[in-house]
């Protein structure tokens, strides 16, 4: 583009100087003398139009210029000017858009299509390189050409000479293959290299430029290449897309492979052919690059050459354990070696001495092994599948050793090396390892197992060695191994009950004090020891199962001079009971109309519902006595608290559900006649937690359930049940009347009663709760077939009984 501009650029300057020279063929005017500051915009469209009319080309306009006497000076004057101009527009276009459209048109390059490729095109070794992200093959168009670069139509030439005489041309290649020189005529550069073209000029220069042939020149000469044109090819055959693409002059065959998504599942990666002018110019193989990095073939493209890739000959599939898996074409004197060489070699895993070789034989399909030997001899055929094998997990000379050695593990099996000498290497034996056996596992021929047993000891004094074989594992045990873990245990009032590893010397004070000591409710002259009986006692049948033993200690852990020489053995259980006096602290709570209100103390054992009154100062004048209630703690075991976790955790339809470790429930009490008869059965014994609750006078009478309004109504002394159930709108449809029911402020309840007389609906007092139950739904299709299966089993039974009696 900036290459495009400057050309712009230059072109306007010598039609201003070509519009020089004409007018002074009338005026006179040395357009050397032309002032380029002073031009307005008007003017220099008017120079533009000339230069059409005039139908002048670029390098006539140069040469006419220089020739004309035009300074460096002017040509950045107008190039200042240009820039300037262009930034105006006219009938909606931009002066800059509207002279390059003019005066150097440029054509748009073919950009990269996207396509679906089929999952075998996938396969193919080759494909993602010309289609990866990352590779693009976009050709370079900042950096100098290379000497080999051939010159094609509309290529741009840069000629400097310098020195004794000074001039610069800047010319384009023409249709007829030539550049034209002023002064000097055509030069046909057409096809040739740049090198070459490099030397023609220069050699046509010394002929108006006698300071270039001389043995001592004071005149020199550059030439360089300027915008170069771009060109067209067509790349046909077994492509993803096949088409015409516009390409940078500088383009290879690769770029244009790559613009055509590369060969199809069809094509060949081997034998792509470019065509120029009807002739084969050479055959490329992609593999040469993708393999070895060889890019001698990728050749620059010229225009309307044809890229023609051809079907594929030989593919052969790679699977197994190879680096690269996949698809591959073997050109035809290539064999198993080089295809191994395409893959990129075995992996790591991989079985290297003998390959898998299936060939389709165009009616049967035939196996053959090749053995490494055989690699570079075997060729392949189309449609081959070669298969690479995994080692086999079989070691040819280990042996290993576990336990009571220091260094376990897996160890070189040398030529007869020795058991001895591999407890040596394995740094010898720990301090607890069981001398008496120890086992050698070993592998018989037929794969089936063998244990060779020996004795510890006398491997180690000399007695006895054995050779070790292929994978024999030697196991030697520690005493610890070899029998049960000897443990003792502790329960009951210490900080930290449990399982305490078993020491020699062991005594009951030293576990209480591993324990953390005694807790305060612990009866320290109460401790009992239980044990299992011995192995003699065991191998008899006895009633016995324990050995008992009673001891007292004191709170600093010290026995009496006799108990002290106990000694605890494995599995003993220490149990430490609680003191027959001691209670947990309990505490009731009392609320509501008494005098003072709030938690108290429970001091004794038998302490009554009246006493925990009586402490509290008496009810007040306000106490409503018969609406007293008590809420009773009940806490969960650990145990069931445990359980009812994991029934939650199983049932999706209890998910979320919070499960309480404690809760309260309601009990009935009568505080009047508590009250009344202190230490009478209704007086019952309070619990830790117990909450009493002494409200004030109630007013209220509820009513809910199945009425038509459930409300709330003043408590009225002359109004019965059935007066507050009409006052919340009566009796629903579907209210069950004969099991009405009354909730007591207390917690108590009473039902309806029914009778010859009718219905005796429970006595209303204030702040109870009138509960009218609901009748269920019936489904009467299951009505009607109950009542048909009643029917027909009567019918049934009289039948029976009428044959009976006959």
Request: glycine share 8%; charged share 25%.
């Amino acid at each position: 583009m900036i290459g495009s501009i400057k050309k712009m650029f230059l072109t306007c300057l010598f039609a201003l100087l070509v519009l020089g020279a004409a007018n002074s063929q009338n005026t006179n005017i040395n357009p050397a003398s032309v002032n380029v500051e002073a031009m307005s915009d008007a003017q220099i469209e008017k120079l533009i139009a000339e230069m059409e009319k005039n139908g002048m080309s670029m390098e006539g306009a140069m040469a006419l210029a220089r020739a004309r006497g035009a300074s460096q000076l002017q040509i950045d004057q107008m190039v200042k000017k240009i820039s300037e101009y262009k930034s105006g527009k006219r009938n909606g276009v931009t002066k800059d858009d509207e002279l390059e459209e003019i005066l150097v048109p440029e054509e748009k390059l073919s950009e990269k299509v996207a396509f679906k490729a089929t999952d075998k095109n996938k396969e193919i070794f080759g494909f993602q390189f010309f289609n990866s992200k990352n590779l693009s093959f976009e050709p370079t168009m900042d950096v100098p050409v290379s000497e080999s670069y051939a010159l094609g139509i509309g290529d741009e030439v840069n000629i400097a000479v310098y020195g004794a005489s000074q001039q610069n041309y800047q010319l384009t290649v023409q249709k007829n293959g030539a550049i034209s020189i002023p002064d000097l005529g055509p030069v046909h550069v057409y096809g040739i290299s740049f090198k070459d073209a490099q030397q023609k000029i220069k050699n046509r220069l010394i002929s108006i430029y006698n300071g270039m042939g001389d043995d001592r020149p004071n005149t020199f000469s550059d030439v360089s290449m300027g915008n170069l044109k771009g060109v067209k090819v067509n790349v046909i055959g077994e492509v993803n897309l096949p088409g015409t693409y516009s390409l940078p002059a500088t383009a290879s065959a690769f770029n244009a492979l790559y613009l055509a998504g590369g060969p199809n599942e069809n094509g060949s990666f081997r034998s792509i052919d470019v065509l120029r002018d009807g002739k084969l110019v050479c055959s490329v193989d992609v593999y040469a690059y993708l393999i070895d990095g060889k890019t001698q073939n990728n050749i620059q493209l010229r225009d309307q050459d044809v890229v023609l890739v051809r079907p594929y000959a030989k593919r052969v599939r790679v699977e197994g354990e190879f680096k690269r898996t996949g698809l591959f074409e073997a050109q035809s004197d290539e064999t198993v070696a080089d295809l191994l060489r395409f893959a990129g070699g075995f992996t790591d895993k991989a079985y290297t001495h003998r390959l898998e070789l299936y060939r389709n034989n165009t009616r049967t399909l035939t196996f053959k092994g090749v053995s490494s030997d055989q690699y570079d001899q075997v060729q392949l055929m189309n449609g081959d599948r070669l298969v690479a094998g995994m080692l086999t997990e079989r070691f040819e000379n280990r042996v290993s050793i576990d336990g009571a050695v220091y260094r376990p593990g897996n160890y070189e099996l040398t030529e007869g090396l020795q058991l001895s000498e591999l407890i040596q290497k394995a740094e010898g034996l720990k301090e607890e390892a069981f001398m008496e056996r120890a086992v050698i596992t070993r592998k018989q021929e037929d794969l089936s197992l063998k244990a060779v047993s020996f004795s510890v000891r006398d491997v180690v004094n000399g007695k006895i060695d054995f050779e070790l074989q292929r994978e024999d594992r030697v196991q030697i045990s520690s005493i610890f191994d070899m029998r049960e873990a000897r443990t003792v245990e502790i329960v009951g009032e210490v900080q930290f009950a449990g399982t305490f590893a078993w020491a020699e010397n062991l005594r009951i004070g030293d576990l209480i004090f591993q324990a953390g000591g005694f807790k305060e409710e612990a009866e320290v002259a109460g401790i009992e020891v239980s044990r299992v009986l011995d192995y003699d006692e065991t191998s008899e049948l006895t009633k016995s199962l324990l050995h008992t033993f009673q001891f007292s200690l004191d709170r600093n852990l010290k026995l009496n001079p006799q108990d002290d020489s106990f000694l605890l053995q494995p599995f003993d259980k220490v149990y430490v009971r609680r003191a027959p006096g001691y209670r947990p602290q309990g505490v009731a709570n009392i609320q509501g109309e008494v005098k003072y209100a709030g938690d108290f103390g429970i001091t004794r054992k038998d302490e009554k519902i009246s006493d925990i009154i009586r402490r509290a100062g008496g009810i007040t004048p306000e106490a409503y006595v018969r609406g007293a209630s008590l809420r009773r703690r009940i806490e969960m075991s650990e145990a069931e608290y445990q359980a009812k976790l994991a029934i939650v955790a199983q049932d999706t339809t209890m998910m979320g559900q919070e499960i309480e470790k404690v809760s309260y429930q309601i009990v009935g009490i009568d505080l009047a006649t508590i009250l009344a008869n202190p230490g009478a059965v209704q007086d019952l014994q309070l619990q830790g937690g117990d909450q009493i609750l002494v409200p004030s006078k109630l007013e209220t009478v509820m009513v809910s359930g199945s009425v038509l309004s459930p409300v709330a109504h003043t408590f009225t002394q002359q109004k019965k049940l059935k007066d507050y159930v009409n006052g919340s709108g009566g009796f629903s449809e579907r209210a069950k009347k004969g099991k009405v029911y009354v909730l007591y402020a207390n917690g108590t309840t009473q039902a309806t009663k029914g009778g010859l007389f009718g219905r005796r609906f429970p006595k209303v007092e204030p702040g109870c709760e009138i509960i009218v139950p609901e009748k269920p739904e019936v489904d009467k299709a299951a009505s009607a077939s109950k009542w048909l299966a009643i029917a027909s089993t009567l019918a049934a039974l009289i039948t029976a009984m009428a044959v009976a009696t006959r």
